[in-house]
């Protein structure tokens, strides 16, 4: 089976909710027009209940199918999409580029919610499945993990499920395919920040101060060196400065540097390595120049690592929308992170790509150019809407 055609009948409009959506992008926590045009949708699509409030932002639509297992304590099974934008200034130049200056939806959350809510208008129309669809809208993917936020108040105890499935647009794929892979598929992610004491001086005598630039520039060599020559050869692990700041003016030497960064591994050991090293080599490089560092290593996402007999279930479910050619084992794991690990780490389920076409020229997500695939979107609620009628399916 195809994309499905009642799907299809309304790509324009699902185009149309994407792109309004993409006009009035929203960062984490703060998605309070988002999560309105996401209730009042449900609420027209006739969905059985509209729960909110968790996560500050979150929505969860249910809606019931037709069988004996559609009732409380019946068969449930949660689709998750992330809803928040990023701190960036978009360069699209696209009609529907954003109205809000300095954010913009550079990874495709638009997408993502756009995709469900047309998977729930024709859940809600339909209903040909026996057991209860959680529709879970999640705020805060970027950087603020909203999917723990709402683990913590409750969401498996308020949507009781047996399953939970995410999935995220992947432009380096050809247009409509899926990726999927079982056991770890994103990476555990932290957030480092390191902050060098010296003392300040003047540039014409650097001699009279202890220079905390020139510290900062050994610490971030030495830093390549945890994955180089700590880890193993067949460990995957990355450590990256992306920040620097540092003195106001050209001749003054300042007395502190605040260095922001970044740490990806898969396995939890690596991670420790990972921590330990960064902790051992920026105080230890400080101390020899006598200055200090204090070292934050914060560990915000753990690795998105999905159960094989779900995600056998998600390539079934792929394999049924875009055919056996056009679903593909993901050979290698992305470094991204992903907070739907947080519910995966709770529930059994799976987390896939579904292929957006773009080529090498073409900007990728968390660009200032990149926008999501609207020929996409019925292929990924055709997905959603496959899967929730195979797990759930009706006897007779």
Same mark, same amino acid.
């Given at each position: ?128 499945? &026996? /057991?209860?669809?959680? %529709?879970?809208?999640?705020? #805060?993917?970027?950087?603020? *993990?909203?999917? @723990? ?126 921590? &330990? /090293?960064?902790?051992? %080599?920026?105080?230890?490089? #400080?101390?020899?120049?006598? *200055?200090?560092? @204090? ?102």
């Amino acid at each position: 089976m195809p994309i499905i055609n009642r799907i299809a009948e309304f790509h324009t409009e699902m185009t149309e909710w994407r792109r309004d959506l993409h006009q009035h992008p929203e960062l984490a926590l703060q998605e309070v027009r988002t999560s309105g045009v996401v209730q009042d949708k449900l609420r027209a699509f006739g969905v059985d209940e509209i729960i909110t409030g968790m996560a500050r932002t979150g929505v969860v639509g249910v809606i019931h199918g037709r069988g004996p297992n559609s009732g409380p304590g019946g068969r449930a099974i949660g689709l998750r999409a992330d809803m928040d934008a990023l701190p960036i200034h978009e360069e699209t130049g696209a009609a529907h580029a954003s109205q809000t200056p300095g954010v913009m939806h550079a990874c495709g959350h638009d997408g993502h919610t756009t995709m469900l809510l047309g998977a729930a208008k024709y859940l809600a129309e339909t209903r040909n499945f &026996d /057991g209860t669809v959680y %529709l879970i809208f999640q705020p #805060a993917e970027e950087n603020l *993990a909203g999917g @723990e936020i709402m683990v913590k108040e409750g969401l498996f105890e308020r949507c009781p499920m047996a399953q939970v499935f995410g999935m995220h647009n992947w432009p380096a794929a050809p247009e409509g395919t899926f990726l999927w892979r079982v056991g770890p598929t994103m990476a555990a992610v932290a957030n480092i920040e390191i902050t060098i004491t010296g003392k300040g001086a003047h540039g014409a005598h650097p001699y009279r101060g202890i220079d905390p630039i020139v510290i900062a520039a050994q610490i971030v060599s030495a830093l390549q060196t945890i994955v180089a020559r700590s880890l193993r050869a067949v460990d995957a692990g990355v450590v990256t400065i992306g920040h620097i700041t540092g003195g106001q003016t050209y001749n003054v030497i300042p007395e502190t540097v605040r260095m922001l960064g970044t740490a990806r591994w898969f396995e939890e050991r690596v991670g420790d390595q990972l921590e &330990d /090293g960064v902790r051992r %080599l920026a105080s230890g490089i #400080a101390a020899s120049f006598g *200055a200090t560092a @204090e070292v934050v290593f914060d560990r915000a996402y753990p690795a998105t690592v999905n159960e094989a007999a779900a995600t056998e279930m998600a390539a079934h479910a792929a394999r049924t929308v875009a055919g056996e050619a056009r679903v593909q084992h993901m050979d290698d794991p992305t470094m991204g992170g992903e907070d739907f690990a947080f519910m995966l780490q709770k529930k059994q389920g799976s987390y896939i790509m579904l292929g957006a076409g773009r080529t090498g020229a073409d900007p990728m997500p968390h660009h200032p150019k990149y926008d999501f695939n609207d020929d996409v979107l019925p292929v990924g609620a055709s997905y959603w809407v496959t899967l929730a009628e195979q797990l759930l399916a009706r006897e007779g």
